[in-house]
């Protein structure tokens, strides 16, 4: 099954995205991986949280479901961070910052439940830290891709763009999955830190994409090339 959906995603992909995807061409052809990698990444370790939370720490889901907004928080004040215009970085550099600061998190998250007895405040950071970075990521990756578009070619990469999102949470988020199937009955620490390994090594690997984009004008703070078309 794995074989065949690769086999189906090759094949469609290309008519699907921006020329130079695979190749990781600057611009818009980078742009979607860190999108879908980063979505996917987050998406499959809060998926798990919940279950970390309550079978690994003693959690009840009530005061579990508490930890969940601490992420939505630190989204929103990442969202608005990135608009500000003291924020003198150019677009891409946003979006590269906040692959490495979502990749840390996850990092961290991974390090809590792999190892027994670690503190659950180092879990609480990296899913803040997690929630931060994709605040970041999300707001930039969608102001690149209007940055780098041509107007007559807006409509088709935003879709573009929403297509690696939903690629990325289904593929990754699928992948952990069938790594937690796979272990289930083994220690937590196997079951669950398979899990989060997952995530942090597409996150990881969303970093090289992001350095792949090329300069992208940041419109609200002024800094970067204008644009090209």
Known sequence: MAVVGIAALVVAL???MPTGFFRLRPGL??????????????MASESYLLLVLTQSRGFSLQHASYLLCLSAAT???????????????????????????????LGAMLACVAIEGSPLVIL?????????????VVASTSLAVMTLSHPAQLGRSTSSLQVAEGMGNSVIVGIAGSFY??????????????????????SAASI?????????????????PQKSW
Not at 208 to 224: F, K, Q, T, W
């Open 75 to 105: 989204w929103c004040l990442a969202s608005w961070i990135q608009a500000q215009p003291w924020l003198r970085l150019r677009r891409d550099q946003i979006i590269a910052l906040g692959a490495v600061i979502n990749t840390a998190g």
């Open 29 to 42: 052809a980078s742009v979607m991986p860190v999108r879908g990698l980063q979505s996917g990444a987050f």
């Open 124 to 136: 609480i950071v990296g899913y803040a830290l997690g929630g931060f970075g994709m605040g970041l």
């Open 181 to 202: 199937a796979a272990l289930m009955g083994h220690s937590w620490q196997l079951v669950f830190g398979s899990v989060f390994v997952v995530a942090v090594t597409c």
């Open 208 to 224: 090289i994409s992001a350095l792949r984009i090329g300069p992208v004008r940041n419109d609200v703070a002024g800094v970067g």
């Open 14 to 16: 290309p008519a699907l």
